[in-house]
């Protein structure tokens, strides 16, 4: 739908929203201030593309064509082509509201500005723009390339036009758009919070394993992952601070405090597979138990 996309920040998320838009032959515009976190994403976008070859998904051609088409960037101007933003970065209000600020004085006018925040309101992050009827909410999950749902936030000032060309966007993406109001952590995370939140209180009282937990989640539930290795995967510090921060907008609600154990693993830079070492240890063929952990 859109012929230039960029994405602002190349973390997880932003490598998966990048492949995700790429895959779908839109030039993308990958940017982040570090350069090595360019290169450890593009890497890590031609590993998955490479995964997808080997499972008979995509061919090799195709996936060659992929990486032509994500752009790496380190100046914010190198985006001024773009007919859509996505903004993927840390999850601090102030963060984003700034961003987003000096992102408008460099694109088109007019140009829609999404934001991939988890739990933040959009009116608040749209708060600091001239043109807050072109903000919009694009939350994606992890990983964005393959999970199909997409939540599109609404924000105070944001205009049915562009609610309507986000969620023809998200479409044309092989995505499922759903419209949600802009409350802390909308849907998924507010849902989420108490999975993460009991299983982190059951190992911290030595009632269960992280193994054992994720394995009944699996076996009796049904989930494709268990709370632990979900955490590890969209990383520990990625949900720790989305639980801080509706645990602050929701004025001190018991139901979702921080657990102490997220807080001395991130302390300890233990965040999941992307440090290697989390609830789990990992390395490029097999997860394993971390040594006395559960307990």
């Known amino acids: 739908m859109f012929k230039y996309v960029g994405v602002i920040g190349a973390g997880t998320m932003g490598a998966g929203i990048a492949m995700a838009i790429a895959t779908c032959k839109s030039d993308v515009y990958l940017y982040d201030v570090n350069d090595t976190v360019l290169r450890r994403a593009v890497e890590r976008i031609k590993s998955d593309l490479k995964k997808g070859v080997q499972k008979g998904k995509l061919t090799t051609e195709e996936s060659l064509s992929i990486i032509e088409r994500i752009r790496p960037k380190t100046h914010l101007p190198d985006l001024s082509p773009s007919d859509f933003i996505i903004e993927a970065v840390v999850e601090d209000l102030r963060v984003k509201r700034d961003l ?56 105070d000032r944001t205009s049915e036009e562009t609610i309507h060309s986000t969620m023809a966007f998200a479409s044309s993406l092989g995505k499922t758009p759903v419209i949600v109001k802009d409350t802390p952590g909308f849907i998924v995370n507010r849902v989420a919070r108490p999975f993460y939140g009991e299983a982190l209180r059951i190992a911290g009282e030595n009632i269960a394993t992280y193994a054992q937990i994720d394995r009944i989640c699996r076996s009796v539930a049904g989930f494709a992952m268990g709370p632990f290795e979900l955490m590890d995967l969209i990383g520990i510090d990625v949900n720790l601070s989305v639980t801080q921060s509706m645990y602050d907008q929701f004025s001190g609600e018991p139901r979702y405090r921080p657990h102490p154990i997220q807080k001395r693993m991130v302390e300890a830079g233990k965040l999941g597979r992307k440090t290697n070492e989390g609830f789990y240890t990992y390395d490029e063929f097999k997860k394993t138990k971390v040594e006395g952990s559960g307990n």
Do not use: C, D, Y
């Open 100 to 155: 987003l600020r000096r992102v408008e004085e460099v694109v088109k006018h007019g140009t829609i500005i999404a934001s991939n925040t988890s739990s933040l309101p959009i009116t608040s992050i749209a708060a600091g723009v001239k043109l807050p009827s072109k903000v919009v909410g694009m939350h994606f999950f992890n990983p964005a390339h393959i999970m199909k749902l997409v939540e599109v936030i609404r924000g």
